[in-house]
């Protein structure tokens, strides 16, 4: 049997990849498996491959990582695509391919006729919902819609963080329980807020390139720059409320209480507080309301403002309200 697996979405293919492997004996698995690069594929290797016989299993299973992406037009991918004719029944014979593909290459066209093609994308809207439901009634679980929905927007669309996030919670509520979203807000960390932390990280140290990265990270994240503002400005915010309480020797947790904040956040800004004093968290929030005026009334790009907020803060006087442009 011949297979292509290919798509962006690593965790969908592994799983695809995993189902195939099972179809060996567990015990012999290792000896009736190969793994080839096709950077580096050569055609005898692979016959060689195909062709040895399998050691006390129905079948042996070669896996070829990448050829279509690196096969090029010529007799070495005729001969691979003439050689497809020829496998072996006793090998099953898949090409995976760790990203999209050309669907213009010749050799997909080819496998296309011939082989079991399997496309993986990241699933999205009702689908993603879906998938993540029947996950949990596989694990003797109930995920409320509500949840689910709420893990989505805490993490995304990536299907490993997903499925890691939901063993999280399953081990939390234990087999037969009920996921909820009160238990989502306890356990499971937003991807965006967690960026968040890494720019201000980068800000706290006066790291202006690391900090610049993370800016552009998160607009190319699709984030909004006024938002990134307004998280930003909520951040401080915590920050200062946390050096104060933090200043009366209290611990974490109640600080969490005091400020109503998950406890991951506190703890997480404990430590970037200890790299800011406190006058220049206040400079910081009111250069933001500044800025936040200046974009409202047209006179600063959000974006723009962002970076140059990034390289007042990474300068050696900080940020000052004079150097406003426009």
Same mark, same amino acid.
Not at 47 to 69: G, H, M, Q, T
Not at 179 to 205: C, G, K, P, R, Y
Not at 276 to 293: G, S, T
């Given at each position: 049997?011949?297979?292509?697996?290919?798509?962006?979405?690593?965790?969908?293919?592994?799983?695809?990849?995993?189902?195939?492997?099972?179809?060996?004996?567990?015990?012999?698995?290792?000896?009736?498996?190969?793994?080839?690069?096709?950077?580096?594929?050569?055609?005898?290797?692979?016959?060689?491959?195909?062709?040895?016989?399998?050691?006390?299993?129905?079948?042996?299973?070669?896996?070829?990582?990448?050829?279509?992406?690196?096969?090029?037009?010529?007799?070495?991918?005729?001969?691979?695509?003439?050689?497809?004719?020829?496998?072996?029944?006793? $090998?099953?014979?898949?090409?995976?391919?760790?990203?999209?593909?050309?669907?213009?290459?010749?050799?997909?066209?080819?496998?296309?006729?011939?082989?079991?093609?399997?496309?993986?994308?990241?699933?999205?809207?009702?689908?993603?919902?879906?998938?993540?439901?029947?996950?949990?009634?596989?694990?003797?679980?109930?995920?409320?819609?509500?949840?689910?929905?709420?893990?989505?927007?805490?993490?995304?669309?990536?299907?490993?963080?997903?499925?890691?996030?939901?063993?999280?919670?399953?081990?939390?509520?234990?087999?037969?329980?009920?996921?909820?979203?009160?238990?989502?807000?306890?356990?499971?960390?937003?991807?965006?807020?967690?960026?968040?932390?890494?720019?201000?990280?980068?800000?706290?140290?006066?790291?202006?390139?690391?900090?610049?990265?993370?800016?552009?990270?998160?607009?190319?994240?699709?984030?909004?720059?006024?938002?990134?503002?307004?998280?930003?400005?909520?951040?401080?915010?915590?920050?200062?409320?946390?050096?104060?309480?933090?200043?009366?020797?209290?611990?974490?947790?109640?600080?969490?209480?005091?400020?109503?904040?998950?406890?991951?956040?506190?703890?997480?800004?404990?430590?970037?507080?200890?790299?800011?004093?406190?006058?220049?968290?206040?400079?910081?929030?009111?250069?933001?309301?500044?800025?936040?005026?200046?974009?409202?009334?047209?006179?600063?790009?959000?974006?723009?403002?962002?970076?140059?907020?990034?390289?007042?803060? $990474?300068?050696?006087?900080?940020?000052?309200?004079?150097?406003?442009?426009?």
């Amino acid at each position: 049997m011949l297979y292509l697996f290919y798509g962006s979405d690593e965790f969908a293919r592994s799983e695809a990849v995993a189902a195939l492997r099972a179809t060996l004996p567990p015990d012999m698995a290792a000896l009736n498996s190969t793994t080839l690069e096709g950077r580096k594929l050569k055609l005898d290797v692979l016959a060689s491959a195909c062709e040895a016989l399998p050691f006390l299993a129905e079948k042996r299973l070669v896996i070829v990582n990448d050829a279509l992406k690196h096969a090029k037009a010529g007799k070495d991918r005729d001969e691979l695509r003439a050689y497809l004719e020829r496998v072996p029944p006793t $090998c099953d014979l898949l090409f995976l391919e760790h990203d999209d593909v050309d669907k213009r290459n010749a050799l997909f066209t080819h496998l296309k006729k011939i082989a079991q093609v399997q496309e993986f994308q990241p699933r999205s809207g009702n689908e993603l919902l879906r998938w993540l439901n029947e996950r949990a009634k596989g694990l003797k679980v109930r995920l409320d819609k509500a949840a689910a929905q709420r893990m989505v927007d805490f993490v995304g669309n990536d299907g490993r963080t997903l499925a890691t996030e939901l063993d999280k919670l399953v081990s939390y509520v234990g087999r037969g329980g009920q996921i909820t979203t009160a238990v989502v807000d306890l356990l499971v960390q937003d991807a965006h807020e967690q960026n968040l932390f890494a720019f201000i990280d980068a800000l706290s140290m006066r790291q202006r390139g690391a900090a610049l990265h993370g800016v552009r990270a998160l607009l190319a994240e699709g984030q909004a720059a006024t938002y990134i503002m307004f998280m930003l400005a909520r951040q401080v915010r915590i920050l200062l409320g946390v050096q104060q309480l933090a200043a009366q020797r209290m611990r974490a947790d109640d600080i969490a209480a005091q400020l109503k904040q998950k406890p991951f956040v506190v703890r997480k800004a404990l430590g970037q507080a200890r790299n800011f004093r406190a006058d220049e968290l206040e400079a910081l929030h009111d250069r933001l309301v500044e800025m936040d005026h200046a974009i409202k009334t047209g006179r600063i790009q959000a974006d723009v403002a962002l970076e140059v907020l990034v390289i007042e803060m $990474c300068g050696e006087t900080g940020p000052r309200s004079e150097r406003m442009p426009g």
